[in-house]
């Protein structure tokens, strides 16, 4: 039996972990032992309980309809647990509920001004691996130009009569449908043959339309702003000579607000909501900087035409619970019953080469439990991670930050390759390279030039509990996914939703915030920096006290009194008076290394390494950092990595049910991955 250590417990490690033993015969030659730092799965997209039952999450997770292998995977491990239908999740359509309300900020004279829609519904359902059709994108575009028509409310109680929500959804059976071979090429041919002149001819016209409309009547720039991107996405794809998604990753190498200007959108358009939305949906901006966006336009238009034209079912999903109690609990479960091992409180220090080998693993083991750790608890009759870690089962533990790479205490232990493992995944984020693989990036030249141009940065996410529901509080457009508010927390949802699987008394409505925090290329090594992660906190702390009594009434009108903020409306849990209530506010700022959120900076895609391109025998590749055909800082990147890093395992191909294309070498000089 070929032993396999996994790296991590992110999304990328489980989907590895999953389609390693996804067969009697593929548990029966692979041993496979799972080494995550801390108490929880999860990674970036963890989340937990506090001692008030409330959720608490490293910022706001929204789950995409063309999240192919993403679904594939969480249907098949819900399918395996067989929940009792008493359970409060007892399938994934309970879990994840589709969501089709989207909104962008357009601000005008200083004032914020909500341009809401309504995503187009459709009769598929993520996972399956249903083939991209051109005739998806043209419906998808046609019923969103209806809207702009005939107004979203219309089209939306349309849609409400069409497609079923809520309680109807969960009741509705599904079966995995067969997996169509492949994606189908020319899904962008719809392009095909037209000559590229016209979108030039009607140049001057839209942008005289939008300029007008900009100062006559600024309530209805927003259709001829989206007018003017679509001529210049149809004139850049045609221009461009693309005719499939495959074909977009050559235009990495130039940002995306060039590539717009480019192809003749207006400076109102590339400056304005529709323009901006790309970066703040990916946080990116580098160094985390606002005021620096940058994004590599292939990758945004990948983003772009899959997220809002070829999903399956809905544009998004909301989760009903905390992301880590819908996906990384059920994984975690279905997992153990196929006999992965998890060995938690293991933090990765460095890997060891000899050669073009990888000779060990160096770990500290951070604390000793007694006897096997159990790591979840019982919220509500729901299978949870706790914020913090279960002390009752472990020695010495209390005060510890076991989450962290601030925390360097614990018994360092060594795994040898071919004593204690045959093949190890290296499945940790980016932002921790420097810190545990130096020996590779030392003795590779490609490893070096990835963590240069490959970079990541610091997020941040904010939750606010208030004390009465959405409508009352002034918010009448629908249940709210918002983006190109004002930075730094320019991305807003509503997930009141998730209240009911929450213990406390009180709140009716909860906001979740996040966006970016300015900060260095590369997390400091924390002996450089002790006190690095808590000058982080303390500048988002700083500036959520300021931002939200702001800003936040610009959304939600109840929370103000003329212009005193009402502070009574938000939940603490301490019941504090006044401004103290700002304690009951949850805030994260995401800037340890295995935290940070990978980019797609312009001319960066060309360095992703495949996951059979470490340059090191017995090391395979995964995480959203890698090649992964999205190449965009999400959970369906992360996914299909580990898809890709099983595949190099097993040896042969794997069915999955991906809508984005296989990553390929790209051309150009790069440096060897040896010397």
């Known amino acids: 039996m070929e032993r396999i250590a996994i790296l991590g417990g992110g999304p990328s490690a489980l989907a590895t972990a999953w389609h390693l033993s996804g067969s009697e015969a593929l548990r029966n030659r692979f041993q496979i032992d799972v080494y995550t730092m801390g108490h929880r799965l999860g990674g970036k997209a963890a989340s937990g309980r506090d001692e ?14 063309f999240y192919e292998n993403f679904f594939r995977l969480v249907r098949e491990a819900y399918a395996e647990l067989d929940r009792p239908p008493t359970h ?23 004032q914020a001004v909500p341009m809401i829609f309504e995503y187009p519904r459709n009769r598929g359902v993520p996972g399956d691996g249903a083939p991209v059709r051109p005739r998806d994108v043209a419906t998808s575009a046609l019923l969103t130009a209806l809207q702009l028509v005939g107004g979203w ?60 409309l900009a100062t006559a009547r600024p309530e209805r720039r927003a259709p001829a702003m989206l007018i003017d991107l679509w001529s210049a996405l149809a004139h850049g794809l045609v221009a461009d000579g693309v005719r499939s998604l495959e074909d977009l990753e050559r235009l990495d190498d130039e940002d995306w607000d060039a590539w717009l200007e480019r192809h003749g959108a207006h400076a109102l358009t590339r400056k304005g909501a529709y323009g901006r939305s790309v970066y703040d949906a990916a946080f990116s901006f580098e160094d985390g900087d606002p005021a620096m966006p940058s994004v590599a336009a292939g990758s945004a238009l990948i983003g772009q035409l899959l997220a809002s034209g070829v999903y399956q079912g809905a544009c998004y999903y909301k989760m009903q619970t905390g992301m880590g109690d819908a996906v990384f609990a059920p994984l975690y479960l279905a997992l153990k019953r196929r006999g992965v091992r998890f060995r938690f409180f293991h933090r990765v220090r460095d890997l060891r080469v000899e050669g073009a080998s990888l000779s060990s693993v160096e770990l ?9 750790y159990q790591p979840l608890i019982d919220v509500l009759g729901q299978e949870c991670w706790p914020e913090e870690p279960l002390h009752e089962q472990l020695v010495d533990s209390a005060g510890r930050r076991l989450e962290s790479y601030w925390d360097e205490g614990g018994v360092p232990i060594e795994l040898r390759r071919g004593r204690d493992f045959d093949r190890a995944v290296f499945a940790i984020p980016i932002g921790a390279v420097p810190h545990v693989a130096s020996d590779l990036v030392a003795a590779s030249p490609r490893w070096a030039a990835m963590v240069e141009h490959v970079r990541s940065i610091t997020t941040i996410g904010v939750q606010v509990w208030m004390d009465q529901p959405t409508t009352q509080l002034g918010w009448e457009l629908g249940e709210p996914l918002v983006s190109c508010g004002v930075q730094p927390l320019p991305t807003w949802a509503d997930m009141s939703q998730v209240l009911k699987t929450e213990t406390w008394e009180g709140p009716q409505h909860v906001s979740y915030l996040c966006g970016t925090q300015a900060g260095p290329t590369h997390a400091p090594l924390p002996k450089e920096d002790p006190d690095f992660p808590h ?3 303390r500048a988002l702390e700083a500036s959520a006290r300021a931002w939200i009594p702001e800003q936040l009434p610009q959304l939600l009108p109840g929370l103000a009194d003329g212009d005193r903020f009402r502070w009574e409306r938000i939940c603490d849990p301490a019941e504090g008076q006044g401004e103290s209530r700002f304690e009951g506010i949850h805030l994260t700022a995401n800037c340890e290394p295995h935290e940070r959120c990978t980019l797609a900076l312009p001319g960066s895609t060309r360095f992703r390494l495949r996951a059979q391109d470490s340059g090191f025998e017995g090391l395979v590749l995964a995480g959203d950092w890698i090649a992964n055909g999205v190449n965009m800082a999400c959970v369906e990147g992360a996914v299909t990595s580990g898809v890709l890093a099983a595949e190099v395992l097993v040896g042969q191909a794997i069915d999955r049910p991906s809508r984005v294309p296989a990553p390929r070498p790209r051309p150009g000089l790069l440096p060897p991955l040896h010397p």
């Open 153 to 212: 409310r219309r089209f939306a109680r349309v849609h409400d009569r069409l497609h079923a929500r809520g309680d109807a959804w969960e009741g509705i059976e599904d079966e995995l449908a067969p997996l169509e071979a492949g994606l189908r090429r020319g899904v962008l041919g719809l392009g095909r043959g037209l000559p590229i002149e016209w979108t030039q001819t009607l140049r001057p016209l839209r942008h005289g339309l939008l300029e007008r």
């Open 364 to 372: 500290t083991r951070q604390v000793e439990s007694r006897g096997d």
């Open 535 to 537: 000058r982080q906190h």
């Open 52 to 65: 008030h039952g409330r959720i608490l999450e490293h910022g706001l997770h929204i789950l995409f309809g």
């Open 88 to 110: 409060p999740m007892p399938t994934w359509r309970h879990a994840f509920h589709p969501g089709s309300v989207g909104g962008l900020v357009d601000v005008h004279e200083g």
